[in-house]
């Protein structure tokens, strides 16, 4: 059993930057993702890190960075240039589920943390 515990979110204004941060305990070298859902709407996936390998989904390329230390045995999330839509409750998602659909698919993943509010606003 892997547990997962997000942390780093907040309020910011359009533009701004936050850096989420999820602990997970025990560490492996599991494929690990942070996905976002926003009310009313599905969950989405925003970037997943495998090793050397990461994706992001077109929402975020380019504003956002997923990164790992494996010393701290923790994943983060890098989000610049804020912008509205990126309101949601974030959510830390590790581990290989044997069905392996893509970093971005929550069907990849087996293990979920509680999740982390960001808010975006004017």
């Known amino acids: 059993q892997v547990q997962l515990v997000e942390s780093g979110g907040g309020s910011v204004q359009v533009g701004g930057s936050l850096r989420l941060s999820c602990a997970a305990t025990?560490?492996?070298?599991?494929?690990m993702a942070w996905f976002r859902q926003a009310p009313g709407k599905e969950r989405e996936g925003v970037a997943g890190?495998?090793?050397?390998?990461?994706a992001y989904s077109d929402s975020v390329k380019g504003r956002f960075t997923i990164s790992k230390d494996n010393v701290k045995s923790t994943l983060y999330l890098q989000m610049n240039s804020l912008k509205l839509e990126d309101t949601a409750m974030y959510y830390c998602?590790?581990?290989?589920?044997?069905?392996?659909?893509?970093?971005?698919?929550?069907?990849?993943?087996?293990?979920w943390g509680q999740g982390t509010q960001v808010t975006v606003s004017t």
């Open positions: 998602a590790a581990g290989g589920s044997g069905r392996w659909e893509g970093y971005l698919s929550a069907s990849s993943y087996r293990y």
């Open positions: 025990p560490y492996r070298s599991y494929p």
């Open positions: 890190i495998n090793g050397g390998s990461t």
